[in-house]
């Protein structure tokens, strides 16, 4: 596992010309963790020197299956703007938006629904799969069979080129691109611009318990603001080779999280590479590997806990840079919101 | 057949309390005909002297199939207006919107879709006969299958307690009352409020050709801004009693379009009675009886048409109705709209 930053792939063969936008975001539904922070956060930083960037809080979209408990999303919006800022997300140079507060997303979703087939969005993989993994079966919300709409609005209305997403997301912004020409084609003109998947080579940050994927639901995080405590203990718990049962005996480096985080996190790779090998001969403790581990997380997190904390005290400020952000964002959409209707013959006025 | 201003039912088991409030309109793809004026222009402007009348131009909803010629749409927004004006609707009496100038009946669409499932959406029976008549089968557009989400949007955003339709529109307005009670339960408070549909006693006005609607798309339409000469020529091809082939033979009036059209607007009925007795015993040719339609035809649609011609000329004056309108109809719902988001979490500032 490298570096994400300088790491990541375009997928989608749509070359985009001129200056680049990003679109990314979060389902505001919980704190952000390591996941997080390697799969996106870091990558981020660094792409808010290189391009416009919009930093999407979708609390709609998160209702999609939370309607039974909307405060959890309305909460998190908070949480999760504090991790970006807390991450080094810098306000002034990435656009921090909140989805429910541009109206114009939601226009143009719904002038995208009639840009897609109803059995064209059932074949969408990523939909199909989603829909496994949460039991829908027969009784998806329709908002969920839509989504794909929603996030060729999302994409289309700050005419971003470039959007981080997993593997598993390609479909979608193949969707997205597909909408995108077909509104082209009935506008008879280039209003709204194709997007590339911008898909990170490394691939996800397993759970503290060795399951492939970190996630809220599995109780397997690391979180941002993890306590110094919350992170002893986490690495205690964390699975490393079940074979290496003792200190004499070959260890094995894969699936191990120890050292998987380890090559994620520690900035020391020539003392990793000597730990690494030792561990594979045998003679090192798992005790050692997750001490040298424990204090590579104290020490990269202990900055971003405390500066949380800090921003956390002034609610006010954090609600500040959402307003503005959200503001900023706005002008853009509504932009593309009218040439989008302009174009159907829907201006008036 | 008689004047349908006195003879709307109310159906659907909800009673609405307080003023009532009615939300109309028509889809925007050609000019209005006498089967429009039967079936509802007629009692709108009965309507507006009783209640508060919400009268929109479903543009958007219009583009739903029609995606190949928005144009088409954005031309006969204009000319419906203009049809309303000219049977007696009072710009001062009831609002004029165009729905696609309103983004907050988007915004409801968008999140009334996470309150219906998929499979429920494809239970309606006017969407499955709405689907088979278009020969849509799986290529649906998404937008077509969620417009009962669309349309309990257009409904509740202005509260509305009364919706006029047809007999084989009822099972929307419960959809859309399901809508209104699934989002009032999330909310925990009555903030949608339930409506009944009016339907009109009176059947559907049969096209110029005998057959069972007056519809553009099967060109057996009287415009409401038919000329003399196209009333004239529209008389003469008239279908009346196929058996009735000398003027000597006994007449059948079931089916008889010239006399359902007489009874639908003449205003002599005695002397209507008399002509449909004579007809019956024979002895009265189909000549008489079409001469005297086409007198109260003319009569009737005289002071329309002229009345149209002369708005025609001054369409600021249209469009500035429709500002209007619409300026007064968005503030309605986005007032509703705030609500809905503040009772899903998503006001922030």
Same mark, same amino acid.
Do not use: W
């Given at each position: ?73 309305? $909460? ?33 979703? @719904? ?24 039991? @829908? ?6 908002? @969920?069979?839509? +989504? ?12 971003? &080129? ?13 969707? &997205?691109?597909?909408?995108?020409? $077909? ?37 397997? &995080? ?42 994620? @996190? ?7 590479? *000597?730990?690494?090998?030792? +561990? ?11 001490? $040298? ?37 706005? *002008? ?18």
């Amino acid at each position: 596992m490298s570096l994400p930053e300088q790491s990541t792939t375009e997928a989608v063969a749509v070359a985009p010309k001129g200056p680049q936008i990003i679109l990314t975001g979060d389902r505001p539904t919980g704190p952000l963790h390591l996941g997080h922070y390697v799969g996106s956060l870091r990558n981020r930083v660094e792409y808010q020197h290189q391009f416009k960037q919009f930093i999407m809080l979708a609390d709609s979209q998160a209702l999609t299956d939370n309607m039974d408990d909307t405060n959890k999303v309305h $909460r998190n919006v908070v949480e999760v703007a504090l991790d970006y800022l807390a991450v080094g997300i810098d306000p002034a140079k990435s656009t921090i938006l909140i989805q429910s507060q541009i109206p114009e997303l939601a226009e143009l979703t @719904f002038y995208y629904l009639n840009m897609v087939t109803v059995a064209r969005l059932e074949r969408n993989p990523t939909v199909k799969t989603e829909i496994a993994l949460r039991g @829908f079966e027969r009784d998806i919300p329709a908002g @969920f069979l839509t +989504y794909p709409a929603s996030q060729a609005a999302d994409i289309s209305a700050f005419k971003a &080129t470039l959007v981080p997403v997993g593997e598993d997301q390609i479909p979608m912004i193949e969707q &997205t691109n597909e909408i995108v020409r $077909r509104f082209n084609r009935i506008a008879d003109k280039e209003i709204l611009v194709e997007c590339k998947a911008l898909v990170p080579d490394i691939g996800r940050l397993p759970g503290i318990d060795g399951k492939a994927k970190m996630s809220k639901s599995l109780g397997n &995080t690391i979180n941002l603001g993890a306590s110094a405590a919350e992170i002893t203990a986490a690495v205690k718990k964390l699975y490393t080779d079940p074979l290496h049962l003792r200190v004499e005996d070959p260890g094995h480096l894969e699936g191990n999280v120890a050292f998987i985080y380890l090559d994620a @996190f520690d900035p020391e790779k020539d003392q990793l590479e *000597e730990m690494k090998a030792h +561990y594979v001969r045998g003679g090192l403790g798992d005790s050692i590997v997750k001490k $040298r581990l424990e204090a590579v997380l104290q020490e990269m997190l202990a900055p971003i806990r405390a500066r949380r904390e800090e921003l956390a005290k002034d609610k006010g400020y954090i609600m500040q840079i959402l307003k503005e952000g959200t503001m900023r964002a706005r *002008e853009v959409a509504a932009q593309t919101a009218d040439e989008v209707k302009a174009a159907l013959g829907l201006s008036y006025f």
